[in-house]
């Protein structure tokens, strides 16, 4: 009686077709090139994520510190030059008092001032990196487990 797996001679059945090593070998580093291949491709999309984002960091960063020289300008000598210019005429043509005048004109650089600081603000947001700071937390980088993360979907973005 033959053994399961053994011809009648007594030599061990071959089940599976042996691979020629030489073969072997080169499916492995075929699959070693493709996988190295597809590594530098990210890394490169990475890259270009990560200087798009620093492009845009550094441009919002300029525009950011122009609005907030805009507010500092315009609140400061032109609130004072429209100060003098509009309580003189509220004094002059509409006989307001001069508190009221003096109220009314501060009123408005206050507001000119507001809109300003909330424009450099709202640049200031994109000097974040929100989207490399995305990436890098799916790829398991950069992430505090002890800190609350935003997550992907709620960014910062409004």
Known sequence: MQAQGQTPDGAPEKTEPALDILEAFRRVGEGSKASLASTFASVRALRALVLADIALARSALGRSVAFTAIAVVFGAVGGLLLMAALVAALVTYLKLSWWLSLLLVGL?????????????LAYFEHTQMHATRRQLAKMGLGTDEGKNTPSAADDGHN
Do not use: D, E, I, V
Request: contains cysteine; glycine residues 0%.
């Open 108 to 120: 408005f650089c206050l507001a000119a001032t507001a809109f300003s600081a909330w424009r450099a």
